[in-house]
Nanobody, 120 residues
Framework: QVQLVESGGGLVQAGGSLGLSCVVS????????RGWFRQAPGQEREFVAA????????FHAESLKGRFTISKDNARNAVYLQMNSLQPEDTAVYYC?????????????WGQGTQVTVSS
């Protein structure tokens, strides 16, 4: 059974930074990439970033380019999201997505996510 350990969320002031981590265990089959999505209160879940697995091709939501950066550690089976210059509109639950297909659509269940709250 796939297990996701998502961590790094928290409360930060506008302009601050946070780093998220997702460690995957349990033998996940990754079709093409791993990544992050987020869901703000009352809104649909949206794509944030992805990184190919294997390889290192990265994808970022256009609106987040320059502030958010995805990376990975193959040896640790981990994917990371560095978030800089955070704004209140970045407040959301951030979800790790360990199995994205070539269309960057998530397959399988979601983890519990990690809350990111940005105060103004």
């Amino acid at each position: 059974q796939v297990q996701l350990v998502e961590s790094g969320g928290g409360l930060v002031q506008a302009g601050g930074s946070l780093g998220l981590s997702c460690v995957v265990s349990g033998g996940t089959l990754t079709r093409y990439a791993r990544g992050w999505f987020r869901q703000a209160p009352g809104q649909e879940r949206e794509f944030v970033a992805a990184i190919s697995w294997p390889g290192c091709r990265t994808f970022h939501a256009e609106s987040l380019k320059g502030r958010f950066t995805i990376s990975k550690d193959n040896a640790r089976n981990a994917v990371y999201l560095q978030m800089n210059s955070l704004q209140p509109e970045d407040t959301a639950v951030y979800y790790c997505a360990p199995d994205l297909d070539y269309g960057l659509a998530h397959n399988g269940d979601w983890g519990q996510g990690t809350q990111v709250t940005v105060s103004s």
